[in-house]
C-alpha cells in the first residue's frame, strides 16, 4: 500500500478477540497517509451495523483482513472478503497464530482465497512501505471482467443436496432462465477457481441453498458477502427445519424461499429474477 495525492481507504477487517491489534494496524495505515476503517471506532453506537458495514465497503479502495483461527469463524469476516471480492478491490491478509499453509488446507475456505495476498503479521512492512520480496504484488488490481449474456443465476450449494440442486436448476432452464451450475459449467481439468469466479461475477442473481449444517460455513458467508458487494439480487432457499436464528442475518432481513418441490423453487427463482430486470 502506498500513499498518493488521493485519500485512499483502506477497509481494516479483523474479529472482536483482535481489536486490539486491529487497532494498531489502522494506525499504521494511517501513517502511510491512507484512512483506515474499524467498525469499532467508526459506526456510533445504536446505528444500522450492517449498513453502516456495506456503507464502508463500498467507498473501500482496499481490504486489509487480519487473518487468526478465531477470525475465521466469525461471519463478519468471511462476509467482508466476499464483498470486497465481488468489487475486485485488492485483498491483503495479514496471518496471525496460523501460516499460509495452515489457512490454505482448513476445510470449508473459499477456494477463491486461497491464492490471495497473504503476509505473516511480523511482515507487515511489506504491505506498508518500500519494503519487497519476490513475487509480492502490494496493489493486485483484477482485470476488468468481459460482458457476458451467460449465466443469469448462479446457484450456491452444498454437495449433500446436489440431486435436488440439479433438479431445481433443470427446472430454473425451463422456466427460460439461464443457470450457472458447477457441475453443467466446469469441465474436467478445467481450474475450478477461475470457473467460480466467472461464475460468481457474471450473474444477475445469487441463489443460496441452504442447510442445518452448512447455514454458517465460510463458503455461504463468502457468497453472501459477494452478493451484497456487488448489489446482486440473493434469493435464499432455506429447509423447514432450519430455525431463523441459526442463518446468517442479512439472509433473515431477505424473503425467502422454503425448500419443498423443486419446481415450486423454481418458479419462485424466475418471478423475482424477471420482476428485478423488468
Not at 14 to 43: K, M, N, Y
Not at 47 to 62: G, K, M, T
Not at 260 to 278: F, L, T, Y
Request: contains cysteine.
Amino acid at each position: 500500500m502506498t500513499g498518493g495525492h488521493g485519500q485512499r481507504f483502506v477497509f481494516v477487517s479483523h474479529s472482536g478477540a483482535d481489536t486490539w491489534v486491529a487497532r494498531q494496524i489502522a494506525r499504521e495505515i494511517a501513517a502511510c497517509g491512507a484512512t483506515p476503517f474499524l467498525d469499532e471506532a467508526h459506526i456510533d453506537v445504536g446505528a444500522d451495523f450492517e449498513d453502516d458495514i456495506l456503507a464502508f465497503l463500498e467507498r473501500a479502495d482496499e481490504l486489509v483482513v487480519l487473518v487468526t483461527p478465531w477470525a475465521l469463524e466469525r461471519p463478519y469476516v468471511w462476509a467482508e472478503l466476499g464483498a470486497a471480492w465481488g468489487r475486485r478491490i485488492p485483498i491483503v491478509g495479514l496471518l496471525h497464530g496460523l501460516s499460509a499453509a495452515e489457512l490454505q488446507s482448513r476445510p470449508g475456505v473459499p477456494i477463491l482465497l486461497k491464492k490471495r495476498d497473504l503476509l505473516p503479521l511480523n511482515e507487515i512492512d511489506v504491505y506498508l512501505g518500500p519494503a519487497s520480496r519476490p513475487g509480492w504484488r502490494r496493489l493486485r488490481r483484477c482485470p476488468r471482467e468481459d460482458v457476458m449474456n451467460e449465466p443469469k443465476v448462479s446457484i450456491s450449494y452444498s454437495h449433500e443436496d446436489a440431486e435436488w440442486v440439479r433438479r431445481f436448476a433443470e427446472a430454473l432452464r425451463e422456466q427460460n432462465v439461464n443457470v450457472w451450475l458447477d457441475e453443467w459449467q466446469v469441465t474436467a481439468g478445467e481450474p475450478l477457481r477461475e470457473a467460480i469466479e466467472a461464475g460468481l461475477r457474471s450473474s444477475d442473481a445469487i441463489v443460496s441453498v441452504l442447510t442445518r449444517a452448512n447455514a454458517q460455513r465460510p463458503n455461504v458467508l463468502f457468497v453472501l458477502g459477494v452478493a451484497l458487494g456487488k448489489g446482486k439480487l440473493l434469493i435464499p432457499i432455506i429447509p423447514p427445519d432450519l430455525e431463523s436464528s441459526a442463518t446468517p442475518f442479512e439472509l433473515r432481513t431477505r424473503r425467502y424461499l422454503m425448500k419443498g418441490a423443486p419446481d415450486d423453487a423454481a418458479r419462485g427463482v424466475a418471478e423475482a429474477v424477471k420482476g428485478k430486470a423488468a
